[in-house]
């Protein structure tokens, strides 16, 4: 199966986390055993270099994009997996970035925006075209509370005439705004050619559940790719895989996956730290990791992004209202062997 078939199916992908010391120098024996855990849980790729690799490492002066993409594909790539790679800044930085993934293997660019806040949807469709020149181009709505912006319909209609776009992470914590997206996914033709993912770590399941009939169209969420499953990455494995038998069957939805769906939910919120505008939304993932074993600390490279007040009594929570969820024993049963060097 080529990687194109393989996206298409519809993958877990967790966006991968930086490991760091208390130092704030990045933690080369932890970054790879992160990426080690991710395959070894049977996810389908990573994502490296995106919003929670934290965007700092873009910069020229921080100079850790590169060596990140590397010690990640040195993983990545042996076990067959997808390598996604984060994209950020202005059309030349952004080619630039695109052309050393493609030079690493990396088999598509998750393109951000965040940088072109004050650009027109024609200054961005220009951008787009000319990274899709360099690596196929993984669109990324990115939520504004993060340093995304609202994209309307008609821009989508016109990102997916782009040639080289292969997938697109709907990630707006919208429904309207995820709808947009579907819609112009069905309006465009291309939906045997582009596949939809879900960034949506408020709504994954139902995301991943639902048939959206468009225009006489069926479209279809395969698969995710999101900061959530850079944490109990096997349970999200599991969980990804009981959702294409139950599509698959096309029996009617039993009513536990309502639940389960908020079960999900609710646990993202304390990771993600909703309460606090996302504020800890990189730190709450180090935390749980942390607590696994797999990181030293939930230090980021920015000191003022932390745990907010209350989020590890939140963790605490849905660490005992949902044990089912957690991986912690797969991980405890693993996590030397991640760890050597």
């Not at 993912?197 to 468009?214: H, K």
């Not at 990455?233 to 908020?262: F, K, M, N, Y």
């Not at 600390?297 to 939140?314: N, R």
């Not at 949902?322 to 991986?327: A, Q």
Request: with cysteine.
């Amino acid at each position: 199966m080529n990687w194109k078939e393989t996206l298409r199916r519809g993958v877990v992908i967790p966006a991968h986390p930086l490991a760091l010391t208390a130092e704030r120098k990045l933690d080369e024996r932890r970054q790879r055993a992160l990426t080690r855990y991710y395959l070894a849980a049977g996810a389908g790729g990573v994502a490296v270099g995106v919003h929670t690799t934290q965007f700092a490492i873009h910069d020229p002066k921080v100079g850790l994009y590169r060596p990140v993409l590397e010690l990640a594909r040195g993983e990545w790539l042996s076990r067959g997996a997808l390598g996604i790679a984060g994209i950020v800044g202005g059309t030349g930085q952004a080619v630039a970035e695109a052309e050393l993934a493609a030079g690493l293997g990396y088999h598509a660019g998750l393109v951000s925006l965040a940088a072109l806040s004050g650009s027109s949807e024609d200054q961005l469709i220009a951008h787009v075209r000319q990274v899709s020149q360099a690596i196929p181009v993984f669109g990324f709505y990115l939520q504004p509370a993060v340093g995304g912006r609202v994209l309307s319909h008609a821009f989508w209609r016109r990102f997916l005439e782009i040639e080289n776009v292969v997938a697109i992470k709907i990630a707006p914590f919208n429904r309207y705004q995820t709808l947009d997206v579907v819609r112009a996914l069905a309006l465009s033709g291309r939906q045997h050619e582009i596949t939809l993912y879900t960034g949506n770590d408020d709504s994954i399941v139902l995301d991943l559940l639902t048939e959206f009939q468009v225009e006489g169209r069926s479209i279809r969420i395969p698969g995710g790719l999101l900061g959530h499953w850079s944490v109990w990455t096997a349970s999200a494995v599991r969980l990804l895989s009981e959702i294409h038998q139950q599509v698959q069957a096309g029996t009617p939805i039993p009513a536990r996956w309502l639940s389960l769906a908020q079960q999900v939910t609710d646990s993202n919120a304390a990771f993600f730290d909703s309460a606090n505008a996302f504020h800890g939304c990189i730190a709450g993932l180090h935390e749980v990791l942390r607590r696994q074993g797999l990181l030293a600390g939930t230090w980021c490279w920015d000191p003022k992004e932390a745990l907010s007040p209350g989020q590890a009594e939140e963790i605490d929570r849905v660490y005992r209202q949902y044990p089912e969820l957690n991986d912690d024993a797969f991980v405890a049963q693993h996590r030397d062997e991640w760890l050597k060097a």
